[in-house]
């Protein structure tokens, strides 16, 4: 495997499990340095750092809750002071609702709050910290961690579309300001991936077997993808055989969003 992160500093938000492990160890394997934020998850976010360390990588752990200004300045001043070198960020820290239905008539305050909170203040917060660093060295790369439900809407997922359509219209956005710094910002909008997020949504569905089929055949590809499909994604944006691309969002998804809605035989 190439090594293009050899000497640079990358700060993978949520990496104690699925999709974000799975950007933390490709950043790793590809010779980053790589701090791991997680939240509560201890024991997710130490077993991200034994894989980085099994491929022979550096890592951090790195808590820090993204929605508190506060933790999250202080995670990316620790990092920046062990690494010496911050040069790339992936906001991949994301929750669905769980208490409440997701659809604006039921959802409580409350959670519409926490998912905004996480999805999307927890990106610009984090933003924030490491543009301190990005724009003094005049160069850096932001990846955020959105969704194919920031691009369509999905019956009951309100504040996770609205929440993930913020990342895709706040990743274009914060191009136009940075691109005058040598600041890249992107964004992925995966498909269903085989995750604990995934699952957790499959048990919801009446038929978790028979969803998982649907699922599978609603991508031109007809299978679910693996987090590995969209950390690779992750490191060819953030590397410079990607130099030229900024403000995309990306979907990332075995052509579900290619067809519109698909017939399902
Ligand atoms: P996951 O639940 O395994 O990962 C989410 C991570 O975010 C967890 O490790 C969790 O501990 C962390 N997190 C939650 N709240 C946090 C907080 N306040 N501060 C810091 N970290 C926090 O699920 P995943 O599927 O790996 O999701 C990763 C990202 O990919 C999410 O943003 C999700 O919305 C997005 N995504 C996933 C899918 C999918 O099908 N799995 C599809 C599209 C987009």
Redesign the pocket.
Known sequence: MEKRFSGKGVLV?????????AIAVRFAREDAMVGV?????TE?AKKTLEMIVAEGGEGMLLP????QSRAVEDMVDTLVEKFRSLDVLVN?????SSTSPDRVHEISEEDWDRVMA??LK?CMLTSKAVLKYFMKQRSGSIIN?????GLLGNPVLAS?CAS?GGEVTLTKEMALDYASYNIRVNCI??????????RV?LSKQEDPRGARDTFSKMALLDRI?R?EE?ASVCAFLASDAASFITGVALPVDGGYTANGVREIQ
């Not at 934020?37 to 998850?41: E, M």
């Not at 991949?92 to 669905?96: D, E, F, Q």
Request: proline content about 4%; aromatic content about 10%; some cysteine.
């Open positions: 938000t949520g990496a104690g499990s699925g999709i974000g492990r934020n997680y939240h509560q998850n997710g820090a809750d993204v929605r991949n820290s994301g929750i669905g996480v999805n927890g961690i959105s969704s194919i439900r996770y993930k909008c995966p498909g269903f991936i085989d995750t604990e997020m995934f949504y993808g987090p969209i």
